[in-house]
């Protein structure tokens, strides 16, 4: 397994031949841009920030060694990555550029001592103290900001760093950005750049909502604050904390005071603006007292209100940054300091079994209390029965917390120098955990289901679900979900008491509510009563597509139930349909086939299914708009297609596919799934949380395909 450490970087970079380091240079820059893609366009990141700065600091160094080995794509070269469809193009007028990347102290004083040496060479003398400006890096979305004549007329994404994306429409929404500056001498243009984010505290409060409501939780507030903005309707981003601070100009017309001298002072006079400027921004005299601020910054940064993951110096003197200049990717006069990712250790005091909408158990560590990024954690995900059995983790053991940017912390046994869990006194005498043989929520007998790759791991499934009161919750929360029926006020406490109460048994139960039985209900009002009467009634005639998502069957997900429903247009001709016509929906091979019509044709479904028509719910039907016919049997896939006979690894979660679904399509399309990688793997498709697979593909040079890169791929002619 690579490791990703300064030390390690360095060590690979000087001991290799020029055709090693041509061989690694074609591993590194089409690795380094994917990573760069789900970051800047998907906001899916599925390597942490510091292992991507250190894998383009090893390209950095194999290029300066060997300079004929740069490449036309290679990531030193640009900033970022293109902007994604469905918004409008935002040129920057001036170039946003990324920063340099410093991981200890040594390098640090290093920088320092190259911008002395490069003042004194410019100008024939250096400073005595070089003063800096010191900042917290902030773990956002970056963002210009344009005023005319003092008035907000836009704002865009960094995107590649010449072109973002326009997102003017979201960022007028956010309260902390004003929408007209105030004070005199106002310039007539001005372009101001800094960080969109997620204040800690809203960001939390926003997830349990969306769990409430049966939606996935957002990863980490950076990828929630970059989704947000690319939302197309203002509203979303309305009804979201979000915030900004602002850390340097990008151009300035038109005034008639002069700027401010040192970079400092050029914030000041832009909070004198109205612009929300950092209040942890300070000035270092020399390069030890700016390491001092990095510490004790450092000590202090869990316990802001939101997330930082680094500290930025920057030279102070404005004249001394001109001087300085800028190299291709960024400025000579600016360098990050990444602080090291959060982990802790801590005992695992238990393992308990949770039942999710679809029946699936998965286990959860409870562990000793403990402190990881700024956050007391308490339980975390052990994922699934093969994750338990990699590390054999049992209750007692010494184990580690990682956050890591990451909402959901990870649970894993100490590795030795090795990467093999460290095997601790009175372990073997600890019980194995393993997992219950019956639904932990109703008693009923779990199946086990096999998942896309051997060993991606299989899943335990309670078969029971229309009475296991665990899936009820979750099942009532996701189709009451905007995704879904979008029923509003349906929340988690309501729904609760209804489960609790004996109200609700099965789906078709809420349409049986009335308003002596809900306003009688805790917190229920009759005017809220009301709202969630008239909320039901107008679900009754949501189109089939979110019909489908509602009803949660396993394997169909929102672009699932859209092609279904195109298909077959109604749900008669859906649950009338033999197998080998729905397999040719794409997405949907043999196992996702057989999930569905499991469903659909099981006695107790479509006595539910009747029972919800007899109570008005209709499942609209919509055109058919997806010709079957014209696709052809899925098996019948051209010899010269480009996925025929290609060995294919899954891992990671995809957006809008599951990994059974991705797998039918591959098969489908005359190609192999295998459940590890090595130097047969023609293409591994990851998506988020991919783990090491990943780093496989990437030691052995196997291309990396995102979804997005899978469709294309299937779809080729």
């Known amino acids: 397994m690579t490791e990703w450490t300064p030390a390690a ?20 820059v089409p690795a380094i841009n994917d990573h760069s893609r789900r970051y800047h366009t998907d906001d899916a990141p599925i390597v942490d920030d510091r292992t991507y700065d250190l894998m383009v600091r090893e390209l950095e160094l194999l290029e300066t060694r060997f300079p004929t080995l740069v490449r036309d794509d290679s990531p030193t070269l640009r900033v970022g990555d293109v902007p994604i469809d469905g918004l409008v193009p935002f040129p920057h007028e001036v170039p946003m550029l990324s920063l340099g990347n410093a991981f200890s102290a040594d390098e640090l004083r290093e920088w320092a001592r190259r911008v002395g040496d490069r003042l004194a060479k410019e100008t024939g003398s250096a400073p005595e103290v070089l003063a800096l400006a010191v900042e917290p890096k902030l773990d ?49 243009r001005l372009s101001v750049r800094g960080e969109i984010l997620f204040p800690l505290e809203g960001f939390a409060e926003m997830n349990r909502k969306r769990e409430a409501e049966g939606l996935k939780p957002f990863e980490n507030p950076r990828n929630a604050a970059a989704g947000t903005m690319r939302q197309l309707d203002p509203r979303l981003a309305a009804g979201r904390p979000l915030t900004f601070f602002a850390h340097s100009f990008g151009f300035l017309e038109g005034t008639g005071a002069p700027l401010a001298p040192s970079h400092l002072a050029q914030l000041h006079q832009l909070a004198a603006w109205g612009l929300p400027t950092n209040p942890l921004n300070a000035r270092a005299e020399g390069i030890e007292a700016a390491l001092e601020a990095i510490e004790a910054l450092g000590a202090t940064r869990h316990d802001l209100p939101y997330e930082i993951d680094g500290v930025v110096l920057k030279v102070d003197d404005v004249e001394a940054q001109r001087v300085l200049g800028f190299v291709t990717r960024a400025p000579r006069w600016a ?18 079994f949770q039942v999710g909408r679809t029946g699936v158990v998965t286990p959860v560590a409870r562990v000793r209390p403990v402190r990881v990024g700024g956050v007391t954690v308490t339980n975390a995900t052990l994922h699934n029965e093969d994750y338990l059995r990699r590390y054999d983790l049992r209750v007692g053991d010494a184990v580690t917390v990682k956050r890591a940017g990451d909402v959901i912390p990870r649970v894993e046994k100490p590795l030795d120098a090795e990467g093999r869990p460290v095997e601790e006194p009175g372990h073997a005498d600890r019980p194995e955990t393993v997992f219950p043989e019956t639904c932990p929520a109703c008693g009923t007998p779990l199946e086990r289901h096999e998942t896309a790759g051997a060993d991606e791991g299989k899943k335990w499934v309670c078969p029971n679900t229309l009475s296991c009161p665990a899936q009820l919750r979750a099942g009532l929360r996701h189709l009451a979900s ?154 019948a896939a051209a010899d010269d297609h480009p996925v025929r006979g290609k060995v294919f690894v899954l891992t990671g979660t995809l957006p809008t596919m599951t990994r059974d679904e991705a797998k039918e399509r591959i098969l489908a399309a005359g190609g192999h799934v295998k459940g590890s990688v090595s130097r047969k793997t023609d293409y591994v498709v990851a998506g988020a949380e991919a783990g090491s697979k990943l780093d496989k593909a990437q030691e052995l040079g196997v291309e990396v395909l995102d979804e997005a890169g899978l469709v294309a791929l299937l779809e080729a002619e």
């Open 335 to 352: 360098i990050a300091y990444k602080y090291p990712p959060p982990e802790v250790a801590t005992v695992l005091d238990a393992v308990d």
């Open 140 to 188: 956002g979305l970056a963002c210009e900001l344009v005023y005319e004549d003092g008035v907000l007329t836009g704002a865009g994404t960094r995107g590649d760093g010449e072109v973002g994306e326009d997102v003017t429409h979201n960022v007028r929404t956010i309260r902390a950005i004003p929408a007209r500056l105030h004070g005199d001498d106002l310039p007539r």
């Open 482 to 635: 905007r995704g879904a029926l979008d029923i509003e006020g349906l929340g988690a406490k309501l729904i609760d008491q209804l489960v609790d109460g004996g109200l609700v048994r099965r789906v078709s139960d809420l349409w049986d509510l009335d308003l002596a039985t809900l306003s009688g209900l805790d917190r229920m009002a009759e005017k809220s009563a009301n709202n969630v009467l008239a909320q039901l009634e107008r679900a009754k005639d949501r189109p089939l597509d979110k019909a489908l998502v509602a009803l949660g069957i396993a394997d169909v997900g929102e672009a699932t139930a859209r092609d279904l429903a195109r298909a077959f247009g109604s749900l008669e001709a859906l649950i009338d349909a033999p197998a080998e016509r729905i397999a040719l929906v794409p997405g949907v091979g043999p196992s996702v086939t057989a999930s569905l019509q499991r469903f659909l044709h099981e006695p107790h479904t479509r006595a539910e299914l009747d029972r919800l028509r007899a109570q008005g719910v209709r499942f609209a039907a919509v055109p058919v708009t997806l010709d079957l016919d014209a696709l052809g049997q899925p098996a």
């Open 9 to 28: 970087v360095r060590a690979r970079a000087e001991a290799v031949t020029e055709a090693e380091a041509r061989a690694r240079v074609d591993v590194l």
